[in-house]
């Protein structure tokens, strides 16, 4: 019964390749995001999206692609991966001003 | 620009004790102020929430929040903390637009057996 789950939970690569992310809410969210937590914990939006459609793109370098198949799923495909991308991504949904998380992915780039 | 300013990066406690963690935000209109909790190697629950109405809100595992308009403050508080309590507690405000939650840098919790 996860509300919002992603996968892989860990995800080890080398720099310069491509990776997904997959995020899925069973909660009937119309609004989902994902968010960055840095080493220092500190948590910043990325993207958000709203029935598929692109609300929030902040401040990311264009190897970040999110992608909505459906309102269920939110998926990150990053591009050319750098040493600095190594970060726990964090994917949540919302309806009603209140957002709801993910588990969390922590990707490691070597 | 809206910001959150969570003032104490680690608080340390002992077992029993009362918890009180800062939390100021800027904000121009009226805020959507939540505290989230994470736990090592978790993500993010959420702990309580105001939007409106009653200044003093109560969320989950006994914690509740005071809004403090004219100090712009939003402080997390426990009458007795728990060694589980242990945690990293994150206060975030609403923005208004779409959703858009701007988050604190985060207030790691110890505490003494």
């Known amino acids: 019964d996860t509300a919002v789950s992603q996968t892989p939970k860990y995800l080890v690569t080398q720099m310069g390749n491509d990776k997904s992310i997959k995020c899925e809410q069973n909660l009937g969210h119309d609004t989902m995001y994902w968010y960055k937590q840095d080493s220092k914990k500190f948590l910043k939006i990325m993207f958000s999206?709203?029935?598929?459609?692109?609300?929030i793109n902040e401040t990311v370098p264009n190897r970040f692609s999110p992608k909505s198949p459906d309102k269920a799923h939110l998926n990150l495909h990053i591009n050319s991966l750098e040493l600095g991308d190594s970060a726990v991504y964090f994917c949540a949904s919302s309806q009603l001003d209140t957002q709801y998380f993910g588990p969390g992915t922590r990707l490691t780039v070597l | 620009a809206q910001s959150v300013t969570q003032p104490d990066i680690h608080i340390t406690v002992s077992e029993g004790a009362s918890l009180e963690l800062r939390c100021n935000y800027s904000?121009?209109?009226?805020?959507?102020l939540f505290w989230y909790v994470q736990s090592p190697g978790q993500g993010l629950q959420l702990l309580l929430k105001y939007f409106s109405g009653d200044t003093l809100v109560q969320g989950i595992k006994g914690f509740e929040a005071e809004f403090k308009r004219s100090q712009s403050s939003f402080n997390l508080r426990k009458p007795s903390v728990h060694w589980s309590d242990a945690a990293e507690y994150f206060c975030?405000?609403?923005?208004?637009?779409?959703?858009?939650?701007?988050f604190g840098k985060g207030t790691r919790l110890h505490i003494l057996p």
């Open positions: 999206y709203n029935n598929k459609e692109l609300i």
């Open positions: 975030a405000v609403g923005v208004g637009r779409d959703d858009k939650i701007i």
């Open positions: 904000y121009g209109a009226t805020p959507y």
